[in-house]
């Protein structure tokens, strides 16, 4: 298994500044995304956001934010693919094949189905037997709803 890779050059942000319409805050996002996805790719909007309050030294992205950051995705030309709960954003060159789970501090659904079927076949199992399986291989002892939700949804995908 691989590690997953994390962009950690982050131009700094004012959130003041974006909103503003300040060119050099406006770049350094659109830097920021562009990067973002070239290096962590596939990657989920949420992790990208939490990426990007890292930037903006902020605990929550605001709607505003969020509305500038998806124009941002659109003019970038990023490539998007459905992950039941979030979009996972790909390199404009397009959508590729994922071939290894990679390991990383990222919660079960911000890891891309793609990623997580590959885990699931390794595993063999079905149902439940297959969720406890995929918790214990992240050290995870609770089976939330949500996680529940996603791990059916990636077992539907095998």
């Known amino acids: 298994m691989a590690c997953y890779k994390r962009f950690n050059n982050l131009k700094k942000i004012s959130l003041d500044d974006l909103y ?3 060119p050099t805050a406006l770049e350094h996002l659109k ?3 562009f990067n973002v ?3 962590e790719a596939p990657v989920t909007l949420n992790t990208l956001k939490a990426r990007l309050r890292e930037a903006f ?3 929550k992205i605001s709607q505003k934010a969020l509305d500038i950051i998806m124009e941002d995705i659109k003019e970038l030309g990023l490539k998007t693919t459905d ?3 979030d979009i996972v954003l790909w390199p404009k060159e397009g ?3 994922v071939t290894e789970l990679r390991e990383g501090d990222r ?3 911000d890891i891309p189905y793609q990623e997580m079927v590959l885990l699931a076949r390794s595993i063999n199992k079905s149902g439940e037997e297959l969720y406890r399986s995929i918790l214990e291989h992240f050290n995870l002892q609770v089976l939330t709803k949500k996680a529940f939700d996603y791990l059916s949804f990636v077992e539907k995908k095998m």
Do not use: K, R, S
């Open 20 to 22: 503003n319409g300040n």
């Open 31 to 33: 830097e920021n995304i």
């Open 37 to 39: 996805v070239d290096i």
């Open 57 to 59: 030294n902020v605990a």
């Open 83 to 85: 992950n039941l709960y």
């Open 95 to 97: 959508i590729f094949d």
């Open 107 to 109: 919660l079960i659904y």
